[in-house]
């Protein structure tokens, strides 16, 4: 079965730090680009970063750019989001989501995790 | 930026009833848009793909159609289990969400 499950949120202060993971399974990870979304509490969904399949091309947000940085570890099927300089507006649930593109790095996603809380405050 | 504007924001919507759902891009997207729904603690779920596709194992009262800046979700007949937000996501150029419909009783 297909599964996508994310870990690394928690409270963490301005201008700090977080590295958030997803660990994925069930299908053939290195094929397919991967998205990082989040949804700031009761409000919409947000595009924060999206990593080709072989790891070779990243896109970032405005929001988020300079500042968060997305990367995969085939051998482990792990997808990262490293996460610096954090600010309040970033506070969100984040989801990590599977797309089927194989070549594109913008895509829809098929599948997506439960997502993983990161609050930002003093 | 490709900006995506859903309308209405909400709507009311008894069992049974047809419900349509805009969403209009800021320049033109072709046909590469997805719609999308999430539950309140839940992850969005993928209804339709390139703008009419069915995902498979999503009912078929869901549709999609448009092509270029403006797009339909309909619902042919809302069933208990659709009540929810719907948002759509562009993935033309970057990718962008619409700010979500929500779909009340």
């Known amino acids: 079965e297909v599964h996508l499950v994310e870990s690394g949120g928690g409270l963490v202060q301005p201008g700090g730090s977080l590295r958030l993971s997803c660990a994925a399974s069930?299908?053939?990870?290195?094929?397919?680009?991967m998205y990082w979304v989040r949804q700031a509490p009761g409000k919409g969904l947000e595009w924060v970063s999206t990593?080709?399949?072989?790891?070779?091309?990243?896109s970032y947000a405005v929001s988020v750019k300079g500042r968060f940085t997305v990367s995969r570890d085939t051998s482990k099927n792990t997808l990262y989001l490293q996460m610096k300089s954090l600010r309040a507006e970033d506070t969100a649930v984040y989801y990590c989501?599977?797309?089927?593109?194989?070549?594109?790095?913008?895509?829809?996603?098929?599948?997506w995790g439960r997502g993983t809380l990161v609050t930002v405050s003093p | 930026d490709i900006q995506m504007t859903q309308s209405p924001s909400a709507l009311s919507a008894s069992v049974g009833d047809r419900v349509t759902i805009t969403c209009r891009a800021s320049?033109?997207?072709?046909?590469?848009l997805a719609w999308y729904q999430q539950k309140p603690g839940k992850a969005p779920k993928l209804l339709i793909y390139?703008?009419?596709t069915l995902e498979g194992g999503v009912p078929s009262r869901f549709s999609g159609s448009g092509s270029g800046t403006e797009f339909t979700l309909t619902i042919s007949s809302l069933q208990p289990d659709d009540f929810a937000t719907y948002y759509c996501?562009?993935?033309?150029?970057?990718?962008?969400f619409g700010q979500g419909t929500k779909v009340e009783i």
């Open positions: 989501a599977k797309t089927t593109a194989v070549t594109a790095l913008y895509w829809y996603c098929d599948l």
């Open positions: 069930g299908f053939t990870f290195s094929s397919f680009a």
């Open positions: 990593i080709s399949g072989s790891g070779g091309s990243t």
């Open positions: 320049q033109s997207i072709s046909r590469w």
């Open positions: 390139e703008a009419s």
């Open positions: 996501q562009q993935y033309d150029t970057y990718s962008t």
